[in-house]
């Protein structure tokens, strides 16, 4: 039930309608690692600089984060600084420091090397593979991509697609990763590429997953109020992940109530500013907001005799 | 179990990525009495000029439609014509030909004044309230509307909603008519103007239902592949409606069965031009598709030990 983590960390500056933060704790493998720790505590692979809080460090270890791999390096921890509108769906970014980022090569600890769970967050896709060079017998590997490598290193992350089981992508991603407007069919063509299932995210609305014939909507829980959506995608990726690691098991149910949990856990990462929701969560609140969005979408099956007297048409 | 239904019988042309179609048959009530006739055929009351095609007449008394409310009015019928661009999802109105609409007054046959279900389409909310003085005892009242109602009559609408149990809107509409961004707040203000339940429609995303503190999350079937979008919300309302009249009974499960109903005769509405769709629809196909909207959103409960092993926080 290993589970390995590849992404940034990353300290980020926010705004929303809300408010405004300055150098918090975000970054994919964060939001990840925070979430996936409710059900399988992930090995980290990740690179920051010589400023980088020590709390942030102490917290991660406090979930049980494996942290043999989070490298600390000459230079400053990557930055992100971004803003949300009012309707707070697109993230606009007004300032990106990749610092030690920049040269991150992933080099996985020999204790990493037998991991069976690989989320491999939004980085290079060369990178990406290098990282799946390290694993020697990956059982299920998941990869977070966005739309810079899409249209920057098209040919790169095709390659990466070709030896990973699951892709997670927003559906403006999907459109644009298949060149296909439709979304069904864009995952449909995304599959083809060679995951065996792909996530599609749809913010508020929810998501998608298709793998096969096989497609299953998970309504994305209703929240009254969001106050940063920073990291829901990477919650998402590790409640997913987390669980998928902790069960074991890759059947269609199993794959469902994953995707249920990934939904769960970013409907509480945006409930509050970078990971401080994550901070106070507990495994009773998970499950509750499980079984909240099953009643969401619960309904019974038709009447038998429903058409019996429907007038000849 | 006698429906009610008031609105437009329109004839429309469509331009879609996918084609153009001149004077087709549309209208809210149109696309509302084919789809509720699947479940209990309504009794229409519309308008139409000289130059309306007997065919159509034809099509929705073969339905089992109560055409004693359709009246003929020297002059053209309504036209709209629109457009919609490669996302299918926004319809540009290209033109619009009140006609014979412009003097609708709607005038119940003494026959009609004892129905119990009540669909109020898009008209003027004033009109609305009109049909409804003319309504013994309504037992069950829908209404939908639109922006220019919300923007220019709003006044007359709340009047309405004060009378009536369930709103029809889409997102966009919700946020304007409780000036609320967020859609889990903007449907609770809209209950709070009077409607016991609302149903806001996302296209493609699907709908959500609330009523009290209940919410009802309903994905709509994924398509590969719309032609066009027009009508969807209105056969949307015709299968809640229908399938509400046919089981008279407003318990929590019916209410979703019929939110679901209202989602597949919209997925069926928009493969085809038109009320095309509509004229070969099966029973069987509706009913096959709704155990698909089942299979799509069905999940598992969790797993009972599953949090056992997580770290202490």
């Known amino acids: 039930m290993s589970l390995l983590a590849v992404g940034s960390v990353a300290l980020d500056s926010l705004e929303t309608p809300f408010g405004r933060r300055e150098d918090v704790l975000g970054g994919s493998a964060a939001y990840f690692s925070a979430c996936a720790s409710f059900f399988q505590p992930p090995r980290l692979v990740a ?12 917290f991660l270890r406090s979930r049980g984060v494996d942290l043999a791999g989070l490298e600390r ?19 606009h970014t007004l300032d990106t420091q990749l610092n030690v980022f920049a040269d991150f090569k992933p080099v996985l600890p020999e204790a990493f090397r037998d991991s069976e769970y690989v989320f491999l967050g939004n980085i290079d896709p060369d990178l990406q593979r290098t990282v799946l060079d390290q694993v020697r017998a990956p059982r299920f590997v998941a990869a977070d991509t966005m739309n810079y490598w899409i249209e920057t290193r098209r040919e790169s992350l095709l390659k990466t697609l070709r ?7 927003n559906d403006a991603e999907a459109r644009e990763l298949a060149a296909e407007v ?16 792909v996530v599609v995210k749809r913010g508020e609305y929810g998501s998608l997953f298709f793998s096969g014939e096989e497609v299953f909507a998970a309504s994305a829980y209703p929240l009254q109020s969001v106050f940063d959506p920073t990291g829901a995608g990477d919650s998402f990726a590790g409640g997913f ?73």
Do not use: C
């Open 47 to 58: 690179v920051v600089g010589e400023d980088f809080p020590e709390q942030h460090v102490q």
């Open 73 to 91: 390096r000459p230079g400053k921890t990557f930055r992100w600084k971004g803003r949300y509108e009012f309707d707070l769906n697109t993230a």
């Open 163 to 169: 030896r990973i089981d699951l892709l997670f992508v």
């Open 182 to 197: 439709n979304v069904v069919k864009a995952a449909r063509k995304i599959l083809s590429f060679g995951p065996r299932a």
């Open 241 to 313: 992940m987390g669980y998928l690691a902790r069960s074991r098991r890759e059947d269609r149910g199993t794959l469902r109530r994953a995707i249920v949990l990934g939904s769960v856990l970013a409907s509480f990462t945006v409930e509050q500013f970078s990971l401080e929701r994550l901070r106070t969560l507990t495994a009773e609140e998970i499950r509750a907001r499980f079984t909240e969005a099953k009643q969401l979408a619960h309904f019974d099956d038709l009447e038998l005799d429903l058409f019996e007297r429907v007038p000849a048409s």
